[in-house]
């Protein structure tokens, strides 16, 4: 336990050491900020086609309503949390990666819907956009988080082996 705690810890510092470095910035952070927009855009198009993105923004052509993606809002931080998580925990490499994958496709399409949520709130009503903004999603993504590492960590080899003995045990004792 000890050793997950203190590679846990090296890699969240590192891995958010990195993330704020010019050149990941430059050729990571930006640019996955910017698909980001622009599949969120795409999203909104389906219902309402005066949406355009340009790099980080979203903005309603009819309205000049917009809302711009920064860092903290692009689900960065949640997958560095994730990452160091499954990548700390003592399992195969391959069941690290498969988790990983699938909780970036996790957390990047709970991220998509608050996008474009805070996209139509913000049209809305600009008082509940920033409480949702500040308040709500931050909670919801860093907790779509936990959750894919909790669910990753039930469906490792051992953890299914362990609940088999104990169905097995349960089914002896009754």
């Known amino acids: 336990m000890i050793r997950f705690f203190i590679l846990?810890?090296?890699?969240?510092?590192?891995?958010?050491?990195?993330?704020?470095?010019q050149p990941a910035e430059k050729y990571v952070i930006l640019p996955f900020t910017s698909l980001i927009a622009d599949v969120s855009a795409w999203i909104i198009q389906v219902f309402d086609?005066?949406?355009?993105?340009?790099?980080?923004?979203?903005?309603?052509?009819?309205t000049g309503?917009?809302?711009r993606i920064e860092r903290g809002c692009n689900?960065?931080?949640?997958?560095?949390?994730?990452?160091a998580a499954i990548f700390?925990?003592?399992?195969?490499?391959?069941?690290k990666l498969i988790g990983f994958a699938i909780g970036f496709?996790?957390?990047?399409?709970?991220?998509?819907?608050?996008?474009v949520s805070l996209f139509y709130l913000g049209q809305w009503n600009q008082v509940a956009f920033e409480w949702f903004h500040l308040y709500?999603?931050?909670a919801?993504?860093?907790?779509?988080?936990?959750?894919?590492?909790?669910?990753w960590l039930r469906t490792l080899p051992q953890a299914r082996a362990r609940r088999q003995r104990e169905d097995e045990e349960r089914g002896v004792s009754e």
Not at 49 to 62: C, E, L
Not at 75 to 83: C, D, K, R, S
Not at 140 to 151: K, P, S
């Open 140 to 151: 919801l993504i860093i907790l779509d988080a936990l959750v894919v590492w909790l669910v």
């Open 105 to 115: 496709v996790a957390i990047q399409a709970l991220n998509m819907v608050r996008i």
């Open 8 to 21: 846990f810890t090296v890699l969240l510092v590192g891995l958010f050491t990195l993330e704020i470095l």
């Open 65 to 67: 309503f917009g809302v």
């Open 136 to 138: 709500l999603w931050q």
């Open 75 to 83: 689900g960065v931080e949640a997958l560095i949390i994730l990452f």
């Open 49 to 62: 086609d005066n949406v355009m993105s340009v790099s980080n923004v979203i903005r309603d052509k009819t």
């Open 88 to 95: 700390a925990f003592p399992a195969p490499i391959k069941h």
